[in-house]
């Protein structure tokens, strides 16, 4: 596998979304200056919790309605996942790039990032800045397990004027990060389990439209751009082979098992 690579992968399955990202971080932590940039969509709406979440608190599961559960590995919230939302990930092994000002620390990574973000939000259409400092609601437990992800804003989360736009999450081991995050574009899809307190710039839609094919050739070949400058790198379009597509279908049917739990990582 290259080492400086971009996947675009449209309206996937929801446990096979999980897997890839969790299979990049892996390929990530073994390959010292690797770095895999993804962008994806959702074939059906599902919720995702972050790994430290109280499941309980997390949603209501008397109003799941089948909509699919999966406990991330990374930090953060519930989310609703819904069709008409893009989402990006990346998993980066530090090591490999000292000098760049980047990879100096975690904080400098997260913030070029959300500055990249918030360009790419602005290019779609949404004119986007990124939050210098969390709410204070982040700090209190009850509020950290049970409000839904877009409740309240965390440090480099990206701003447009209807509100947080780009919610993300991120888990470090050793030097390689995994962040990935949810883009809404045209608004916080509402999913009767998650819990919407109310807060100021908080809205959520019903009745959103599936992600469409133009708008998502578009924003595919908007945002390798846009992350490519920002990090200063090269990226080449990555195709899974039929070794690494295996591992991936494995990987799915882990995280269809093992939805609810905290996962094990391969190389952990």
């Not at 309605?65 to 996942?81: C, K, M």
Request: with cysteine; aromatic share 10%.
């Amino acid at each position: 596998m290259s080492r400086l690579l971009f996947y675009r992968q449209f309206a996937c399955n929801p446990h096979y979304n999980m897997a890839v990202d969790e299979w990049l971080f892996d390929r990530a932590r073994s390959a010292p200056g690797s770095l895999f940039i993804r962008l994806y969509s959702w074939a059906r709406g599902a919720i995702t919790f972050g790994v430290n979440q109280d499941m309980e608190r997390a949603f209501d599961s008397s109003q799941l309605n089948g909509t699919p559960v999966i406990r991330r590995i990374t930090g953060g919230r519930a989310l609703y996942h819904d069709c008409s939302e893009l989402t990006y990930s990346i998993a980066v092994n530090l090591s490999g790039w000292r000098g760049r000002e980047w990879a100096t620390d975690r904080s400098s990574f997260y913030r070029t990032v959300a500055e990249a973000l918030a360009e790419f939000v602005t290019v779609m259409g949404k004119d986007a800045g990124y939050c210098r400092r969390s709410t204070e609601s982040n700090s209190h437990s009850d509020f950290f397990h049970k409000a839904a992800c877009f409740a309240s804003v965390s440090r480099y989360e990206v701003l447009a004027e209807s509100g947080k736009i780009v919610a993300s999450a991120a888990r470090q081991m050793g030097d390689t990060i995994v962040q990935h995050g949810s883009i809404k574009l045209d608004g916080v899809a509402y999913h009767p389990a998650l819990y919407y307190p109310v807060v100021d710039g908080l809205s959520h839609s019903v009745g959103l439209q599936p992600l469409s094919g133009p708008r998502w050739e578009l924003a595919s070949d908007i945002f390798p751009n846009v992350l490519s400058r920002h990090l200063g790198i090269d990226l080449r379009r990555g195709e899974f082979d039929l070794r690494e597509s295996a591992e991936l279908d494995s990987r799915a049917k882990l995280v269809c098992g093992t939805a609810l739990r905290q996962r094990i990582l391969l190389n952990s």
